[in-house]
């Protein structure tokens, strides 16, 4: 089963209109009281994600489910223009956004690194942020250039695993990672970015 597309933006009244998306789909679904929250909680977390990290963004939430398995998807694009990418590159000497804490921050700034480039080359998510996570699709990438590896919670979490005791910044991470209510809930989490596009992909088997 496959929901509609919804519209949503940073906007109050399209992120309460999200919450009803989520209700109906989940009540199409036959999800219990507890599993819909649950449900409803990976929404709003992952719209809280992108709100805070980009000044103007719109995109889609759609769902799809079989049995108990769900798929949130979500199609986001930063409205920004020139001007806009500049301002954002340059409020810190580095010329990138500070860093962000906790385990969702984490994921939004790899996107916001991704969409505030501006004429020059970064690779992924970002010198910084691209160390952990991501799963190399050279067939994929060789033929959409523009499109960047794809980011996994479970290669994320298997790379800080191994990395924590070494690592002081891998540690802080994987304290971020348990700490996290999406990484709790979530069986699997996806990002790639395309362009000025990204998409997300939360799965959850209930």
Same mark, same amino acid.
């Given at each position: /089963?496959?929901?509609?597309?919804?519209?949503?933006?940073?906007?109050?009244?399209?992120?309460?209109?999200?919450?009803?998306?989520?209700?109906?789909?989940?009540?199409?679904?036959?999800?219990?009281?507890?599993?819909?929250?649950?449900?409803?909680?990976?929404?709003?977390?992952?719209?809280?994600?992108?709100?805070?990290?980009?000044?103007?963004?719109?995109?889609?939430?759609?769902?799809?489910?079989?049995?108990?398995?769900?798929?949130?998807?979500?199609?986001?694009? *930063?409205?920004?223009?020139?001007?806009?990418?500049?301002?954002?590159?340059?409020?810190?000497?580095?010329?990138?956004? *500070?860093?962000?804490?906790?385990? /969702?921050?984490?994921?939004?700034?790899?996107?916001?690194?991704?969409?505030?480039?501006?004429?020059?080359? /970064?690779?992924?998510?970002?010198?910084?942020?691209?160390?952990?996570?991501?799963?190399?699709? !050279?067939?994929?990438?060789?033929?959409?250039?523009?499109?960047? !590896?794809?980011?996994?919670?479970?290669?994320?979490?298997?790379?800080?695993?191994?990395?924590?005791?070494?690592?002081?910044?891998?540690?802080?991470?994987?304290?971020?990672?348990?700490?996290?209510?999406?990484?709790?809930?979530?069986?699997?989490?996806?990002?790639?970015?395309?362009?000025?596009?990204?998409?997300?992909?939360?799965?959850?088997?209930?």
């Amino acid at each position: /089963m496959t929901s509609a597309k919804f519209l949503v933006n940073n906007e109050s009244e399209r992120a309460a209109a999200a919450h009803y998306a989520t209700e109906d789909f989940a009540r199409k679904l036959e999800l219990g009281r507890h599993e819909t929250l649950k449900l409803d909680l990976l929404v709003e977390e992952t719209l809280g994600m992108v709100n805070a990290m980009l000044e103007d963004f719109y995109g889609q939430i759609w769902f799809t489910g079989e049995g108990r398995a769900c798929e949130i998807h979500f199609e986001v694009t *930063a409205d920004m223009d020139a001007a806009k990418k500049r301002e954002l590159l340059t409020v810190s000497t580095t010329g990138r956004n *500070a860093a962000k804490k906790g385990f /969702m921050a984490r994921i939004g700034e790899m996107i916001a690194e991704k969409l505030y480039a501006f004429g020059r080359t /970064m690779n992924a998510y970002g010198e910084e942020n691209a160390r952990y996570g991501i799963v190399h699709t !050279p067939e994929s990438t060789a033929l959409n250039a523009d499109m960047m !590896p794809i980011w996994t919670l479970s290669s994320y979490r298997a790379e800080l695993d191994e990395a924590r005791f070494r690592d002081d910044d891998a540690e802080e991470a994987w304290d971020e990672l348990e700490k996290s209510i999406v990484a709790t809930l979530a069986d699997e989490i996806t990002v790639s970015v395309r362009g000025d596009r990204i998409d997300l992909v939360i799965k959850k088997t209930f």
